[in-house]
Structures are given as structure tokens and as C-alpha cells.
């Protein structure tokens, strides 16, 4: 069987997966979901057309944006997370004892039930009890919430279709009132590479800026995403990325990662020069 | 037209660049040869069918290659390169004063001579009158020279066909030799990523901490090699690449560069958990 998944990263540039079969096709009211099996990678989840995580690789994208900031913020105690209806950031939050409550909003119920039935390497955790799971839109969802979370990450999917609204000024404003006094927000922030992404990223980091007194950017090797070069924001009302980097605190805890390290944490923020002068150019403009 | 080149990462993983034409084709004494033009990544070389380098991201990688020895070793004045026919090493090297001879060993003359027709870009700096150009196999030039060199670039291809004789423990310590007593050699380390190029990784470390009392391997993303996730080895007689990182002096140079910084250079260094687990597994077993 030849039998190939392909995704477009640019209208120049094609990334294909083999795939041995197709697990599920459906279509939701917000998107067609699919899930393959493939030897490369094991089984791939993609949402409209684009690979959304891979068995493979997915290790490196939940742990770098749940464990940055749990090593830079001292006392988690609720999460809010948005998107992530794949259960992968949750099960890396649900690592640390101290976090009490874990909010999800997930605009797609059936993602959440897909991930269940084909992807347990992700949703293993969906059924902790600490998690509390929302089937609605994160944008509205947090718009009820003021002081309250420690922590939100926002895992979307790209700035079009579904995840649109998770990239607005509205959204990253209500985030910031949703975050108690010294809360962190995480998001996953597109990549620097291909023109199309980089604009992407440099929209979402002027909407960011135009709520958050400090924000920075941090980077991964994420193998399937387009260019391999992923950005995450780190947006603080209190803590720097870091300075407040405790490594022996996180250290001490024991926990055992595949990519995250408190060493790798630093050179994370370390960026090449010309991403520097990306992010610059926004924040001139400020 | 729809004209795609393809690149099988591994033979589940394919790359694919649309391309507008192709510029030049030829078989040398060694290998395939073919340039293309694309509208992602302007020009593009290939070798035996796998891509070598592009003109949108070949600055990392010879930026990455030559930078971070330059910023560490206080006096580099002979340098010897060996592969690089495009002649990318060779332009960064050029913006040195200092630098009084650089020694190129090629083995291919035919690809030194199609860069110089189709890509300008990285050859230009071939006719420098520092640039002494050796049409030679790079295994066999090594071996003559002895406490001669600061600093040895070994811009290799795979481990595989004409490149396989600079990935052997025989290579690697004719390099220690060349060196003078403080010398570094910087090669192109393959990736971590996918199996078969982690194992050439493992097998590189192997051959070369057998010559070299020190040996740290840095990363970069460079988004047309496989995987995104490129690595290169760092192996000296005395000078730590951190801890002699000489950021003011570096600096004060002024060499405006789009992805190397002394600062990207340190988080260059902090290699995820599972790539450090690959290097520990080689080490112990020395």
C-alpha cells in the first residue's frame, strides 16, 4: 500500500507522511477530523487537512508549554487550558501534585471524543479529576472569568477556522483579567520561517503586547510542524521567563521529560537574530 | 508547470519543493550533480538526489558552522575546510581579517566549479586571495598537514557515497593532528530526529571523542534538512565553548549576522533531554 498524507506548509512546499490506514474521518460542526496510523510516526491526528500532533513528536510541543512555566511560576494551583481537546498539555499538568483544579475549553466536543477512542497516548489524563472539561469556545469562556487562574495556556490551532478568535486583542485582554495578579499565560505562537507563518506570529505578538507588560518568545525543534521551527509566547503580569527560573526547585521534583530540561528552558529564549529583529519591529511600533 | 522535487527524510518522511526549472544537471567522477530554482527557497543544490543546500536558509548553517568556533578561539589565522564546494564556510571565514590562509580540500572540482556559475550567493568569496583551493579527497589532504591549523571545518555530506571517509575514527584523528595545540574542529553532525540519521549522530560522537579529549555537539533549526533539527560538533584541545565565549570581543566586531548571536550561541548548546541521553549512551561506553 502507498498511501500518502500531505500537508501543504507553503503553496512551494509539501510535507507527506506514509500512512499504513486511516483510523477515523468525520466531520464536526466546526471541522473534518482524521486520525492515521503510520510507522513513521504512529498515529497522527489532523483537523481540516493540517497535522494537528503525531505520537512521535508530541512530547516536545506538551512539554515545552506546560513545564516553562511551571518552572518559572512557584505555586500553580488552577489551569485553565483552551483548545487541547487532544489531552496532551493536560496530562503533562496533571504531573504536579499542587495544581488543584484543571479548567479545559475545547470549542469541539468531538475532537475530545476522537482523542479518547484513538490517541490514549494523549488523552490518557482527560478523566483526572481535577479536570473540569468546557465544550465551548475558549474566547467566551474566559470572558466569565476574572482573578482566577494561576496559569492559562492556550493551545489553538492555527490563526484561521476554528482557532480565529484565540489570536484577537479581545481574547489575550480577557486572558489577562482571567490571570490573578502574578499569572502566566502560555500560547502557542506559529513559527518564524515561511512568510505566511512569520506574519502570523509577528500579528499575534502586537495583540499580545497591546494587554501584557512583558512578553517573550521561546522556540522548539517540532519535527512536523511547518519549518520545524515552533515559537511559544510567555506573557507575565509578574515573573520573568528567566530570573525567576527556580531549576533547582523543578529539578528537585523528579520529573523525568524527553525534550524539557531547566537547562534547555534557557536557551529556549535564546533566539536567532533574525526572529530578534521580527519581534523588534513589532514592539517599535508599539 | 507543477515540478516538485522530492526528498525521502526517511523512506516513510518525504520533503517536497516545488521548483520552476532546472538550471543545471551533470554527473561528476563522484556524484550526481543538479541545481534548481524555486520560488520558496530561490536556488537550490542537490547531490546524489539529496538536497544540499538552499539560498533562503543556508545562512544558518554556515552561519552556525563558522561563528561559534570564531567566537570562542581568540586568534584563529590558518583555517582548513574540507568539503564545502559551494564555498557557504568559505564566505563567513572571509569577513574575518585576521584570518590569513584558508585552505579548502574538495574532493568534487566539478562542484566547486557549477556553484560558482549558479550560486553566487555562497561562492563569492571563492576568489579571495586567502582561499587556496585543493582538489583532493579531504581523508587524504589531512593527512599530511601537521600542528598546522586553528581551526578545522569539516562541512561534510552524509555518511554515505563521496563523504563516507570524513565520518571515520582514522579522519577525525588526522584533524587532532592538523590542529595546533589549541585548535578546534567543527564538523556537521547530522540529526537526532529520525533513526537512521540519529545512529550516524551516535556513530560520529563515537569515532571522534576516540581522538578528542572534549567534545560537545550544538544545534540549529535549519528547515530543509531532516527533521528541522540539524546538529554539529564542537571538539577542542583546550577551549570550552561556553565557558571561553568571548560575547564582548565578538561583539565588538560588529559582523551583522541573521541567525548566529553570542547569545543564541550559549541556548545553541542546551540540547534537549532525549539528544543528550543519545550522547551519554555513546559516552559511557567509551
Known sequence: MDLWFSEKHTPNVKFSIRVDRQLYSGQSDFQRIDVFESPEFGRILVLDGY??????DEFIYHEMIVHTPLAVHPHVKNVLVIGAGDGGAVRELTRY????RIDLAEID???IEVCK???PQTSCKMDDPRVHIYVEDGLKFVRRHADEY????????????PGEGLFTKEFYGNCYKALKEDGIMVNQHESPFYEQDALAM???HKRIIESFPFSRIYQAHIPTYPSGHWLFGFSTKKYHPLKDLDEARWNARGLKCRYYTTTLHRGAFYLPAYVEEMLEDVEEKR
Open 150 to 161: 494561576d496559569l492559562i495556556i492556550v493551545d489553538s490551532t492555527d490563526p484561521f477556522g
Open 109 to 111: 466536543g468531538q475532537v
Open 51 to 56: 497535522l494537528m500532533l503525531t505520537e512521535k
Open 117 to 119: 477512542k484513538f490517541l
Open 202 to 204: 509577528q500579528r499575534a
Open 97 to 100: 501534585p499542587e495544581i488543584g
